[in-house]
């Protein structure tokens, strides 16, 4: 079991590293080992997650420890992913740093969240009506990570879902690796189509939904 998270994980990481999105080692994943007790596996703090190696990810037990002590340390973010898998039946949790959403995030931020309405990619986020609208919320950077584990975890009310951090990134989970990656893509789709968007019609930006 632990193999096939390992080996489901790094494929993952693989993937996100291909698209270019750990730039200056930031980033960091999860996927749930087992419910009972609650653990999961976690990138290491600090590395180039474009490299695969046998050290790139730990096991941590429900509040971000390591279940075994090496010379690995859990990723500087590990209390969100924890949040996740606390709250929710996500299997997997998903952080990058892009500057589309760094930007959208800092556009919109004033608001606390920003709108898709109207888009046919918001169907990944699992919302079918033809009026729906995607609200994704945008939280403080806070520096301490409890705080930001915190209100983070204000916003972790269903199995899958992002959130953004202000300057920062976001974070998506899933009920599996497959859902929590296709809600990044298609975060990442809106964040440029929007920012896009702006260029050619930037009066868009004070559009209430
Ligand atoms: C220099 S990368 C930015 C980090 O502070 C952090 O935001 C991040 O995403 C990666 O931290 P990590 O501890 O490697 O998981
Ligand atoms: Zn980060």
Known sequence: MLKRKWNELADVKEELAQRDWFMGTSGNLAIKVSDHPLQ??????????????NDDFLLVDEFGRPVEENHLRPSAETLLHV???RKTN?????????????????????????????????????????????KIPIIRNHAHIPTLAHCFGEHV??????VLIRNHG????????????????????????????????????????
């Not at 009310?157 to 992002?162: F, K």
């Not at 690796?177 to 009066?203: D, G, M, T, V």
């Open 40 to 53: 999961f596996l976690v990138t290491a703090s600090g590395k180039d997650k474009r490299k695969r190696t």
């Open 90 to 134: 996500a299997g997997c949790s998903l952080h990058v740093h892009t500057i589309d959403n760094n930007v959208i995030s800092e556009v919109y931020g004033d608001n606390g969240e920003v709108t898709f309405k109207g888009q046919e990619l918001i169907k990944a986020f699992d919302m079918w009506e033809e009026d729906a609208v995607l």
């Open 170 to 209: 976001i974070t998506v989970w899933g009920r599996t690796s497959f859902e929590a990656k296709k809600i990044l893509e298609a975060s990442e789709f809106l964040f440029r189509y929007q920012l896009r968007l702006l260029e050619h019609k930037p009066y868009q930006l004070f559009k209430v939904v």
């Open 83 to 85: 949040e996740i898998y």
């Open 157 to 162: 009310t269903r199995d899958s879902g992002a």
